[in-house]
């Protein structure tokens, strides 16, 4: 197992956590930590048990495994991972080298990043007559979110594609669809929303003659590259798949 001193490892909690001094005490509602700064009532809470969780099972590893990996009882890790104990720094390094994550990456927070309506850019994804604007930010791994325009009889393409990405979901924000997935048809109106493996042959198309339809697609894990991305080659059955080119 890599070892860290604990100077190192203080550091890198100093410098991670947003309660750098602060006063962290059990929370008495949920029993997860709580950051009191000093200068105000600012109480941050860390759900660490479920990112180490989450580590754990990308890495398809068992409560045995860690317990095995580190010495520590699955009961404890069980409690560790639904945040009804803290652990020691201890046995956070030796659970958080188990499933392979930086310890510093337990208490990170995501930063919040705002997109102006002004600064959204268009898409080159597959379909005709449509208009595809990123809404997420194009470095965002976690998902891609984009607001697709469809003139009257526009679609994703007549031939059926495939994203590189696990979930996909659809929501009507305006106007009808039929969208194909796989041997089956569906029709939305607006208000409806539809969730489907991304990996799968679909396509859609906007039914009126006469009105635009506005469509909200949210896509899990993201495009490796949604500002590249570019049509790629076809599956067995056929269908197209999308690919995306690695960033410059």
Known sequence: RRTRSLPTLLHQLRVS????????RR???DGRTECHYRHGVQALRFPIG????????QRGLSLADVAARTGLSKGFLSRVERDAVSPSIESLVAIADAVGVAVADVFALAPVRVRRSDDRKTLQLPGQDVCDVLLSPPTE???TVLETTAKPG???GAELYELPARLELCYVVVGTIELIVGDERFQLGSGDSVTFPADTPHTWRNVSEHDDARLLWVITPALPD???AVEGGRDQGGAKVVEALPSD
Do not use: D, H, I
């Open 17 to 24: 956590m947003p309660c750098s001094g602060a006063t962290a």
């Open 27 to 29: 929370g008495a509602v």
């Open 50 to 57: 479920s990112r180490l969780r989450r580590a754990r099972e």
């Open 141 to 143: 791994r976690g998902v």
């Open 154 to 156: 526009g679609s994703g």
């Open 226 to 228: 949604p500002w590249r």
